[in-house]
């Protein structure tokens, strides 16, 4: 299942919103070490040093298209190909940054622990991840799957997620940790030009991947052609074309 940089930066704006107010939530500490766990095309990268200036950081990514990407926007960053639930270091980090990276990591309740555990007294852990399996769009992928030729092949691929749980889940494993917590969830609305195609081309750089990783290039058009068509009966466009996704995130800073 592999990723795409170019597809997954045609909505980099919108999809940086959330890093900013992730980050913003960050307590006020000297960070001297810090990791970007799933750093993507290092667009969080680019954010966390900003909020950091005189931070060392490290970013982390599975894929090693988004790695190239990274390394071409931040050239003076570590960036390295590695899995998040092999991740290690040698000494303690004041941040770990984990945007949008988690939801596709499973048994969070050890991830968390052993997180927490590579911070430094005063660290913060912070996430924030897609919060959006019940939403339309989410549920059409599912349908869609369920009812195609392809039903076999794909009645697994909701499972990519299966590790998600609700706040206050959150909350009771990292307090029981023994961490401070900072958790909330909001609902972005974004305004998306290009009608329903725009939120099938959201979601190619990542909701979908499971669905169509499967499946043959003629079988991934006919998916995308059904998911858009029953995308533009959720998500009806205004007289200009443009198209309102919303999109709930759930956020946590966790500080040692």
């Known amino acids: ?25 960050v307590p006020e500490h000297p960070v001297a070490r810090a990791i970007d766990l799933g750093c993507g095309p290092g667009n969080s990268t680019q954010l966390l040093l ?13 894929s090693e298209d988004m790695i190239e990407a990274a390394r ?5 960053v570590n960036f390295q190909v590695g899995d998040i639930t092999r991740w290690s270091s040698a000494e303690p980090v004041d941040l770990i ?15 968390l622990p052993a997180l927490l555990a590579r911070l430094a007294p005063g660290g913060s ?17 599912r349908e869609i799957a369920s009812q195609g ?20 889940w959150y909350f009771g494993v990292l307090r029981e940790a023994g961490v401070r917590v900072n958790v909330w969830r909001t609902v972005y609305h974004h305004a998306l030009a290009g009608g329903p195609k725009a939120i099938v081309e959201w979601f190619k750089g990542s909701g979908l991947r499971p669905f169509l990783a499967p499946l043959s290039a ?3 058009e006919q998916y995308l052609a059904r998911y858009e068509a029953a995308v533009a009966g959720a998500y009806p466009s205004y007289a200009d074309g443009c198209v309102l ?12």
Not at 72 to 76: A, E, F, I, K, S
Not at 151 to 159: F, S, V, Y
């Open 125 to 141: 852990l912070a996430v924030q991840m897609p919060d959006n399996l019940d939403e339309p769009a989410h549920r059409l992928m």
């Open 50 to 62: 900003e909020r950091f200036p005189d931070a060392r950081v490290t970013g982390l990514d599975s």
């Open 245 to 256: 996704l919303p999109f709930p995130r759930l956020f946590f800073v966790a500080t040692r």
């Open 1 to 25: 299942m592999s990723w795409s940089a170019a597809q997954y930066r045609k909505f980099e704006d919108e999809r940086n919103r959330p890093i900013h107010d992730l980050l913003a939530q």
């Open 218 to 220: 003629a079988e991934q």
């Open 149 to 168: 030729p392809w039903a076999e092949r794909l009645a697994d691929a909701h499972r990519a997620r299966d590790s998600r749980h609700p706040a206050s």
């Open 97 to 111: 940054l984990a945007n949008a990276s988690l939801q596709w990591v499973p048994d969070h309740a050890s991830l």
């Open 72 to 76: 071409q926007r931040l050239p003076d």
